[in-house]
């Protein structure tokens, strides 16, 4: 059973773009940060690597002018998707469209650069028995979410900024407790660059 990773890489950031002191720091996701490996590298190469450490299938949904992330995407062996992304849920139903013949999908954040490998393990494992499954960090749920076969209509329909969330209404999602606060932390402004979520 096939089980890969949209990496969602589609949106303005327009709150981080407006608070970005350099026109360089305007595309957030392709700002530095320290990410779980210390390493000074963007936030959208921190989240592929990690998701890369246990995702064999994973394709990137970006815009057709992040040819950066284009560029990062390619050079690593995965599929990436160019689209005017209107929302998040334009940008979903991209990823599933173009991977129909998957049983089950993680949907990722590409601004999530904290959330460890071992986190992605738990939500597939969990995705093979379930559903829809979710990461949770102290009773708080977080992403990656997990959608099995079932859902593939749904996620191809979804459009605009409904996200893959509400589908979470026709099955409540099975919870995956994980030590991992970074399932919570994005990179939403500059600051959160300079901070790292820790148990």
């Known amino acids: 059973m096939t089980i890969g990773a949209v990496i969602v890489a589609a949106g303005l950031g327009t709150r981080f773009r407006h608070m970005a002191d350099s026109?360089?720091?305007?595309?957030?996701?392709?700002?530095?940060?320290?990410?779980?490996?210390?390493?000074?590298?963007?936030?959208?190469?921190?989240?592929?690597?990690?998701?890369?450490?246990?995702?064999?299938?994973?394709?990137?949904?970006?815009?057709?002018?992040?040819?950066?992330?284009?560029?990062?995407?390619?050079?690593?062996?995965?599929?990436?998707?160019?689209?005017?992304?209107?929302?998040?849920g334009d940008s979903i139903a991209a990823g599933v469209k173009a991977t129909k013949q998957w049983r089950g999908w993680l949907i990722t954040l590409a601004d999530m650069p904290f959330i460890r490998p071992e986190t992605y393990t738990q939500v597939i494992q969990a995705l093979k028995s379930n559903r829809a499954v979710r990461p949770v960090y102290q009773d708080q749920p977080g992403h990656p979410v997990g959608?099995?076969?079932?859902?593939?209509?749904?996620?191809?329909?979804?459009?605009?900024?409904?996200?893959?969330?509400?589908?979470?209404?026709?099955?409540?999602?099975?919870?995956?407790?994980?030590?991992?606060?970074?399932?919570?932390?994005?990179?939403d402004t500059p600051q959160a660059l300079l901070r790292q979520p820790v148990p």
């Open 23 to 88: 026109e360089s720091e305007a595309n957030k996701l392709m700002a530095i940060c320290s990410g779980i490996s210390g390493s000074p590298l963007s936030v959208f190469t921190h989240t592929l690597q990690n998701t890369l450490q246990t995702m064999r299938h994973v394709v990137v949904v970006t815009r057709p002018e992040y040819r950066a992330i284009q560029q990062i995407t390619e050079s690593s062996g995965c599929q990436c998707i160019c689209i005017d992304s209107q929302g998040i």
């Open 147 to 187: 959608f099995g076969a079932e859902f593939r209509d749904s996620l191809m329909a979804l459009n605009g900024d409904q996200g893959a969330k509400n589908l979470f209404a026709q099955a409540p999602p099975y919870l995956v407790p994980v030590n991992d606060p970074g399932i919570l932390f994005d990179i």
